[in-house]
Every structure is written in structure tokens, then in C-alpha cells.
């Protein structure tokens, strides 16, 4: 690959690798597609009275001590999708994210201020389902109907900025508290480590050296690939949410807030509004499913992201469901179940969009002053 300065995340797969983050591409597109009902509610069942058992919103003791340190940005995501020229040329042009290197086999793209995103390729998917099958329509194309497209991309790492920095020290309270750090340098300055979410996930712990490169030098290149459409002039301004579906959302939330100072919001029977740092954005840890009954066997531990929202600049109700429109993408409203989007009432509005690759897309109106809905 050839030297791209200033560095970038993408060392983040081999790490990965190294630490066994990467499950069968068959399971996690299996899930995926289970979870795809999931990835569009927009509020805790518990919260809207919706719930078909009692909600215990008692929240899990953390399960070290925790390690003061402070999330303070996105460094990046790493996504793997099965043809990521078409992924990447979709996101520069309807979000305006900028190219910061395409290789050939992955691209990296500034999503505004906010940190980067990794779109590799490579991802094996399954056959097509045969004609019937109801996993091949699950909600429009980000819409209201119709058949959905195959998800054929997996949002499976991310890596977070922490302060203070020392490797040494970080390295060591992550060994002291059970976690087995693998470390992911680059030899420019960029530091990290990977370790394990107690569901396997991949989590990435880093110095600030990109943030740093991304604010010194502006994303400059092309993508291999042509755009699919004409590009907007949006800008992607805060990182509204991650939706984060888990296996116990009570042990995950209190893990992060452990590890990585995330603030929840208040246990909501099922989920946990968790703001990621004061100047960062949301993540909405979710439950991926009713407990088991007593004396069945437990499933298989796995956490999924299964959505992810973006606030952008401009945002205006009517135009971006008309910018959706005009590029042949369809859109499903999304107010936090608040009512229509047009009531002047409404704090939070937002649309779920579909990727070519099939990964749920949320385009909103989210801020630092409306980040938690409820």
C-alpha cells in the first residue's frame, strides 16, 4: 500500500485480526438480518410501555475498578462490506465525507470533524434467498416497504481517543483489570491497543496522534470508484448515536463506563442512553433479546452495531428527504416516536436511509444540545 501521510487507521484490521475480533461473515450477516426489526425502534419498549415483562431497571456494579480515563474522540470505525468501492463512493457523495486514501481494497474517509471511517472489502456474504423468503424484505430500501437491500456490510471495530495517554501505564491497567491488550502501532506516533468487550467485541484504545494528522493536514484524495449520484453539501457535525445491540446491555454499559468514562443516562429496562464524552456523541446499548428461562441454556455472546446516526448541516425536514428523493434513495422518519416530523414541537428529527450495501444509515438533526431523547 503506498505511504500515505499524514497516517491513518489502517492498521486496525490486522490488530483485529491478531486479537480474534473478525467472527464467520455468515454469522454476523445472519444476525444482522435478525436484528434488522431492532435497528428500527427508535425508544426503549420499556420506556414507551411496550414491554411484555416487567422492566428491572436496577443497573449491573462495574466490573473493575474504574480506570479514570476520559473519551475525548472518535478515532475511527472500521467497517467490512463486500464491495467497498460502491460503499465508499456512497458515503463521499451523499454525506460529503472526504476521501483520505483508497488503496484498492480499502478506503478511509473523514466523516466531517468527527473522526474517520475504514471501508475495507472482502466480506463473503451467502446466496441470495430464494424468492418468499421474509428475510429478504424487511422495510424499504431505508423506507416505508418494499424490499430491503441484503445486508452485506458489518460496522465490526471501534477506536476511541482516550486522555490521559501513556502507553505504559494504559497497557498495564488494562493487563491489571483482565483485559489482555494487543497493541496496534504504526510507527508514525499513532498508539493503541485492542481488547475485548465481554461479548468479544473489538474495542480500540488510541493516543490522539490522528486526530492531530486529520486537523493538520485536510483529506485530499480520490476513490477508485465514480460517485453513484450528485453530492450534497452536508456537512456530518456530531456523532448522534450508535446503536449498539448487546447481549446484556446492563454488563456492557457498565463496562465502557468503567473502561472509557462513558456517561449513561438512566437504565430503561432494556437499553441505556450513554453519552460517549461531553464533546463526542451517543451510544444507545441496547438488549438484543429477553433473558433466557430459567434453566435454559444461555445463547452465544455477540454484539452487533446495527444502526449508526449522524447529525448533519443543514437540516431542514423537507430538504433532505427531498435530496434523498432526487438520488432514488427512499426514507423512513424517525422523531424518537415524538409524533410528525413537522410539528414545530418535535425537538428530534431524523430519516433511516439504506447503504448499497445494505447498513442502516441515520441522517438527523442531532446536536450536543438534543443528544438524548427520550
Known sequence: MPHVRPPLPDAALRGARRTGAFVSSLTLLALLAALLPLAARGQSRCAMGRATAPCDTTPAKPPFAPTGWKTVALDHFSVQVSDYKREAA?????????????????????????????????LQV??????????????????????????HAVWDSFCWVIAPWNAKTVEAELEKRGLHPVADNDGHGFESFHVKDPDGFDVQISNDAHLRARKARAASATLVAPAPFAGTDWKSTW????????????ESTAFYAALLGWK???????????????????IIIRGMAPAPAPGAPAAPRRAVINHVSF???????????????????????????KGDIHDPNVIYKSYHTTTPEGFDLQISNGSKENRVVK
Open 126 to 151: 451467502p446466496p441470495a434467498p430464494p424468492a418468499g423468503d421474509s428475510t429478504a424484505a424487511r422495510g424499504g430500501r431505508g423506507g416505508r416497504g418494499g424490499a430491503r437491500a441484503p445486508v
Open 239 to 250: 456523532l448522534d448515536h450508535i446503536s449498539f445491540a448487546v447481549s446484556n446491555y446492563k
Open 90 to 122: 456512497y458515503y463521499a457523495a451523499l454525506m460529503n465525507w472526504r476521501v483520505r486514501s483508497d488503496d484498492g481494497t480499502k478506503a478511509v474517509l473523514d466523516i466531517g470533524d468527527i473522526g474517520s471511517v475504514e471501508i475495507r472489502g472482502g
Open 264 to 282: 449513561p443516562t438512566g437504565d430503561e429496562g432494556d437499553q441505556n442512553q450513554t453519552e460517549l464524552a461531553d464533546d463526542v456523541g451517543n
Open 311 to 337: 447529525g448533519i448541516s443543514p437540516f431542514d425536514a423537507d430538504t433532505v428527504r427531498g435530496a434523498l428523493a432526487a438520488r432514488g434513495l427512499t426514507a423512513r422518519e424517525d422523531t424518537g416516536g
